[in-house]
């Protein structure tokens, strides 16, 4: 008999001081941070996000897109981004060992993955109160109950990541509702105390 074991968020390493805009000198003009924590490979889909974004800040120019990691694609995505004329609008932070502290910073956190088996960045945002838009695809409908527990998104659909973006900022009763009801579930599901109780689980059928 094969059991699911459910893996463990550890939020303790958090920084209580860190200051996204102090840290990368942020302006100050730029009100919502939206932010991408994932390897830069083509399953990622960090080239979809990008092609989002340049829309979304042609209607306003609040947003500020930060994506965290790195991977082969860079110099492609730098690349993407001089095309797409976003430069000010967009920082590359590059890998961060303290990647936690940029997800509870950001006002959202995007996974635009056109592949992913189960999306560990998707329970850290939880755990961290960040709501979370991502991509319908591979497990991530498992953590993700649309309009419940964060928006899902259709991969390279521009329409759908912009009508989750402004659903997200200005709708603050579902807004709230969705980052409630993920905390809820990611500390039932993935907490320490859970994750003990399914390893004797384990023992107990043997």
Known sequence: KIKIINN????????????IYNEHSIPGSFKRIIGCVASM??????????????ELIRESNIYYLIIVG????????ELKIQRLKIKNSVLLAGYKDNAMDYIKSFDVLIVPSKQESFGRTIIEGM????????????????LIKNRKTGLLI?????????????LIFENETL???????AYTM?????????????????????
């Open 8 to 19: 463990i968020i550890n939020d303790k390493k958090i920084k209580q001081n860190f200051n």
């Open 41 to 54: 490979y083509p399953v990622k889909g960090q080239k979809y996000l990008l092609d989002s974004f340049s």
């Open 70 to 77: 790195d991977g082969a694609m860079m110099k492609e995505i």
């Open 127 to 142: 755990a961290l109160k960040t709501p979370v838009i991502a991509t319908n695809v591979g497990g991530i409908p498992e």
């Open 154 to 166: 259709e991969y390279g659909n521009t329409k759908s990541f912009l009508h989750a973006i402004k």
């Open 175 to 181: 807004r709230s509702k969705i980052i409630n009801n």
């Open 186 to 206: 990611v500390k039932s599901r993935f907490s320490i105390k859970n994750y003990m109780k399914q390893i004797y689980s384990v023992y107990e059928l043997k």
